[in-house]
């Protein structure tokens, strides 16, 4: 049997994030996909100065879990460039998209061509064990068995076309065993165990807490008593960051005439150590703190409201971890009305990384646990 290798996959509204084998490979892709019609589109100037494979993941996806089958796709930053690019609705189910395992399958078959899987040609066979997560919503309907099974019932090929250093490469994808894991719950295991699942966090394990996860698009809080997500009293409300910072783009367009690439910049604005909220007009060092200020306040008072609306509904809770990005970018902002209102038990990551990448490292604790409880397992009989 081919060798497995673990992938720990956390398709995020805003971003996908994984973590692969040994923990010796991490992506972040933009979730942003772009049909292509054609087989062999035209390659500007731009494109094909593009050295890096994520810069230009151009693929064409082969999978009978897809609903539309055999399309050609740009993802992540190359698709941003494209004028039909299509970012994920909040309304939509992560389970129920082919957007979602475009951008997994991408994500497999770009760590695939760099492992040591075998390879006939320019066809290389791949084989995964997957932890991934749905939205609590999700698994509470019951759609994270139908996604397991069509991720595990199936080869899918990604076969990438005019995408650099891999042009075509093709990837045969099977999975050796998939697992999906309701978000909340992960976030859980994160902040209380270590890569072992040994508890790090005595003092947590046992008491009720929520996880107040603020993405792109979406935010869930998740209610944990008895060491369990309560699935009833979890919530998940379509209000993420992302429209504040285009807000924020969009007023310093057209207050200052200055174009800002992407909402990366303007995170990157708001939440660097030097010089925060200023940016150059016309080589004048300029403060935009009264547009950030106004839009993410407001922001921070919408999140507030539904951070009180869970605690009232679950008053015996001890304290509320903010993760996701949003709650990097809008840590101060909630301090500041906690301190000023409620005064709720609240804690945040200084890190923005382990806030964004909280979920994928859960999944990688989770999978790689079931991987060495599972080899453990077939060890055991043959040694008797
Ligand atoms: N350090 C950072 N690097 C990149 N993006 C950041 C950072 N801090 C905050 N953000 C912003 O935070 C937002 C949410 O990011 P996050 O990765 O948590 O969302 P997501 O998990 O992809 O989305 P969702 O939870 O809605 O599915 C994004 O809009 C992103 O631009
Ligand atoms: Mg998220």
């Known amino acids: 049997m081919t060798k497995s290798r673990i992938a720990a996959v956390d398709v995020g509204n805003d971003?996908?994030?994984a973590i692969f084998g040994e923990l010796e490979y991490e992506m972040n892709i933009p979730n942003i996909v772009a049909r292509d019609t054609e087989d062999r589109p035209v390659i500007g100037i731009e494109e094909l100065d593009t050295k890096e494979p994520l810069d230009g993941i151009h693929i064409k996806v082969h999978s009978p879990a897809l609903k539309e089958n055999n399309l050609i796709y740009r993802v992540g930053n190359l698709a941003a460039k494209s004028n039909n690019a299509v970012e994920l609705d909040p309304g939509s189910s992560k389970s129920e998209e082919d957007q979602t395992l475009i951008m997994l399958l991408a994500a497999l078959a770009l760590d695939a061509v760099k492992g040591d899987f075998p390879r006939t040609k320019n066809v290389i066979d791949a084989n995964y064990t997957l932890g991934t997560g749905l939205p609590l919503r999700e698994v509470k309907e019951g759609k994270d068995a139908g996604y397991r099974s069509k991720l595990i019932g199936s080869v899918h090929q990604v076969e990438f076309l005019v995408t650099p250093k891999y042009q075509g490469l093709k990837v045969n994808i099977k999975f050796n065993e998939v697992?999906?894991?309701?978000?909340?719950?992960?976030a859980f295991i994160n902040l209380v165990m270590d890569n072992h699942l040994k508890i790090i966090n005595k003092d947590l394990i046992d008491k009720r807490i929520?996880?107040?996860?603020?993405?792109?698009?979406?935010?869930?809080?998740?209610?944990?008593k008895n060491r369990n997500v309560d699935d009833d009293k979890a919530q998940g409300f379509n209000l993420g960051v992302s429209e504040s910072l285009e807000a924020i783009r969009e007023e310093i367009r057209t207050k200052h005439g200055v174009e800002l690439d992407s909402r990366r910049d303007v995170v990157e604005i708001i939440t660097r150590k030097n010089d925060r909220n200023h940016i150059m007009?016309?080589?004048?060092?300029?403060?935009?703190?009264?547009?950030?200020d106004r839009i993410l306040l407001d922001l921070a008072k919408k999140q507030y409201r539904l951070l009180r609306n869970?605690?009232?509904?679950?008053?015996?809770?001890?304290?509320?971890?903010?993760?996701?990005?949003?709650?990097?970018?809008?840590?101060?902002?909630l301090k500041t009305l906690n301190n000023n209102l409620?005064?709720?038990?609240?804690e945040f990551f200084e890190d923005d990384k382990e806030s964004i990448w909280m979920m994928a490292n859960a999944y990688y604790k989770l999978i790689t646990d079931f991987v060495r409880r599972t080899e453990k397992q077939k060890a055991a009989p043959a040694k008797s």
């Open 281 to 292: 007009v016309k080589g004048s060092r300029t403060s935009v703190h009264d547009i950030t």
């Open 179 to 186: 697992k999906v894991y309701p978000e909340g719950f992960a």
């Open 15 to 17: 971003s996908i994030k």
């Open 210 to 224: 929520l996880i107040q996860d603020i993405g792109g698009l979406s935010t869930d809080i998740a209610v944990i």
């Open 310 to 333: 869970v605690w009232q509904k679950n008053s015996q809770t001890e304290i509320c971890y903010f993760v996701g990005g949003g709650a990097h970018v809008l840590k101060d902002y």
């Open 342 to 346: 409620d005064g709720y038990n609240i």
